[in-house]
């Protein structure tokens, strides 16, 4: 949680991505209860591929959840003609919520036994959509800067900083900014725009770029695009980035 304070922009990110991980948490610490009475236990939580591939504030909630080790990523499951990116809740979270235990008492004792039991076959399965609220999902995004000046955090409605009085970034402009598409910003050539326009891994909108995790990595996957051309690509999203909310 400390998160929002050190990277202000990732602040609603990171409390929706609580609200994810309690719901993880709750959805195999449910389907554990139906099993106290058999002889397997359940660690893993499947979610639905389609609901995060297309969704770049999505993978960047579960990614920060994997950085914070609160969730483990392990390799993803088919199943019909949908795929499932596995995870499992931290042990501690499950424990807490008496995962391993049968309702009404906590032995520890039977919380080994459960824990030592082979895991089931499928993983709980869900849907993003049913692990948050559909308001919720279409809603993520990049919160508002701080004040380009001081960066004070910003107060909702304001015009100008509370602290050094500097107008503020006005919150069309900001989401103007955001909606920007990547290959249309100044400082790349023809090859680059034409490249970052048309490959399905890189994102479309500088908003959606700078939620992630490791653009290098991502624009590395791009045909004929190295080291040196992703940090060129890389330096003019900044470039553009520090001019447009000077």
């Known amino acids: 949680m400390t998160l929002k304070d050190k990277k202000p922009q990732f602040a609603s990110i990171v409390e929706v991505g609580k609200r994810l991980f309690n719901s993880m948490v709750d959805s195999v610490t449910e389907a554990n209860q139906s099993l106290v009475d058999e002889t397997s236990r359940q660690l893993y939580i499947g979610i639905d591929a389609s609901g995060v591939v297309d969704k770049p504030y999505v993978k960047r909630m579960l990614l920060l959840l994997e950085e914070a080790g609160m969730v483990y990523s392990t390799s993803a499951v088919s199943h019909g003609d949908r795929e499932y990116w596995r995870y499992v809740p931290h042990l501690a979270a499950l424990q807490s919520k008496r995962a391993f235990a049968r309702k009404g008492g906590f032995s520890p004792k039977f919380t080994g036994e459960m824990l030592s039991r082979p895991d089931e076959k499928h993983p709980v399965r869900r849907s993003m959509s049913t ?116």
């Open 131 to 246: 692990l948050l609220d559909a308001t919720t999902l279409e809603g993520l995004s990049l919160d508002l800067p701080n004040c380009l000046n001081c960066q004070a955090k910003r107060i909702e409605g304001a015009k100008y900083c509370f602290n050094c009085g500097e107008r503020l970034t006005d919150e069309s402009t900001y989401d103007r900014l955001m909606l920007t598409p990547l290959a249309s910003i100044p400082g790349l050539t023809d090859w680059q725009r034409d490249k970052l326009s048309k490959w399905e891994s890189v994102p479309k909108t500088v908003g959606e770029f700078i939620a992630l995790q490791d653009p290098g990595t991502t624009l590395r996957t791009i045909r004929g695009v190295g080291k040196i051309r992703a940090k060129t690509i890389i330096d003019a999203v900044q470039s553009f980035l520090d001019e447009y909310l000077s």
